[in-house]
């Protein structure tokens, strides 16, 4: 079995752990069971880097659902060609853990309705701690998410035309673990009040009028508290938005997501990859099978530049 599974960008701003977008840009992974042990082979982004075996994510997000599903196989290998840089804000640990839940579901007889979308959502929502990457790299799209018992819940929503995402991504990482760390417990109710009004904002202007971007994506809950331990990041989003431009940090960051085309010529500087990408609408796909040669060509699948 192998899935394709889409980068993701949460957040967008105001929508702190509920809003996220799905990006065409693309992991593929392959898993069978094998009669014993568990193997990971890592082509592309941390190739080298992460574990070979259990400790591997995408394994462990396996394992996690062959639980719920009460059949652990005696192993399993899993091949990923990972394109998502890692630990940037492009949701690779959310594409992992998608990618995990999916294959370990279709490699179950009847994995996919014991476990069905809903459930699986909420599995993945959980692994992760919040739900609004993961929701958009099962579903795809403009996805608004939220927990109320028994776990995650989603619905996905179509862009406007106008919506061209562009991703300028830095050399450093970030841990989302350490940006989390830097958040406050509580926030001044101004703040929280003008954030709430802006996201509500953002889902109008995101389906219907993008004109409105730039006021939606105002945001008072986590930006400012981690610019400090960014300050590339929060200055280029500064940049472009004083040019026009709805320009956020991506998810816990430091890759900044503009959501309308940056001015002709606009330079983030030096230190920066920048690229266009598609919207995926599909979320997470499955299909029989290994990686054909296409899957397994570490550069291409969905970058526009
Ligand atoms: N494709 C992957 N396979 C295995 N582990 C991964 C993968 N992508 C991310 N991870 C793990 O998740 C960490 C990054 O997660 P996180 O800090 O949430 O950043 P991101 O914004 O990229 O999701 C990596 O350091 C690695 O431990
Ligand atoms: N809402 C989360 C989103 C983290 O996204 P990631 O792509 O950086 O993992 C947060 O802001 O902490």
Redesign the pocket.
Known sequence: MRVRVPA????LGPG??ALGLALGLYDDVAGEVVPDGVRVTVTGQGAGELPDDERHLVARAMRATFEALGAQPPGFAVECVNRIPQA???????AAIVAGVQLARALVADGATRLDDAAALRLAAEIEG?P??VAPCLLGGFTVAWTEPPGARAVSLTVAEAVRPTVFVPEQRGL?SA??AALPATVPHGDAALTAGRAALLVHALTAEPALLLPATVDRL?QGYRAAGMPETAALVDALRAAGVAAVV????PTVLALTEPPEGFSPGTGWQTWRLGIDVHGARVARGRLGHAERDPVAAGRKS
């Open positions: 993701t960008s949460a957040n702190f752990d940037r804000g492009l949701g690779s640990s959310s919040h609004d990457n989302t940006a989390r986590h991506s998810g816990a960051g």
